[in-house]
């Protein structure tokens, strides 16, 4: 059965830190995996990650794949309150499907 | 400004009416999905369609229904056959289903049925 799991579920840090979130994922005929970041509404997509070891970078937000190990982290640096959001990692398999973890959500405190 | 269009926002219904969801998208998008959002589950595919005319079943498919009449219109049919209908659905699109298109998605609906 295809599994993904999001650790921490929840988080709280201040502004300024640094924080990392985890996914591991088990699933079958695996693609790709991609990141989206859920504020309020409609999910946005942050980073696809095809390749191990080849990190994706976009401003203070950067992810990593290791595909033998099967799981991905995403890294945000000096963080500000307008990064809380809930954060998905979603492993795409050769069905094209993404198959969406529980998220975790992230609240940044001033 | 190209984008998803779900509608409406939130919607009311009494339990063992058919509603239906409205999702259009002008990203000339090939394939389109809908999901459904419950608290604590991570987000569940219903159906999805790759081409006009055509759709499949997703994981989660028993009680809804959808057409795909054109390419830019995909609504979602929630019928009274949902034992559990109350949740938060999403509409995505990509420019085709393969692996290096992602999804957008619109806004979602917020069905409450009583």
Known sequence: EDKVVQSPLSLVVHEGDTVTLNCSYEVTNFRSLLWYKQEKKAPTFLFMLTS??????????SSILDKKELFSILNITATQTGD?????????TGANNLFFGTGTRLTVIP | DGGITQSPKYLFRKEGQNVTLSCEQNLNHDAMYWYRQDPGQGLRLIYYSQIV???QKGDIAEGYSVSREKKESFPLTVTSAQKNPTAFYLCASSTR??????????????????
């Not at chain 1, 990190?55 to 203070?60: A, L, M, T």
């Not at chain 2, 290096?100 to 998605?105: A, G, I, K």
């Open chain 1, 84 to 92: 809380s959001a809930i954060y998905l990692c979603a492993p795409q």
């Open chain 2, 97 to 114: 289903m393969t692996a290096n298109s992602p999804l957008h998605f619109g806004n979602g609906t917020r069905l409450t049925v009583t």
């Open chain 2, 53 to 55: 005319n055509d759709f």
């Open chain 1, 52 to 61: 191990s070891g080849i990190e994706k970078k976009s401003g203070r937000l």
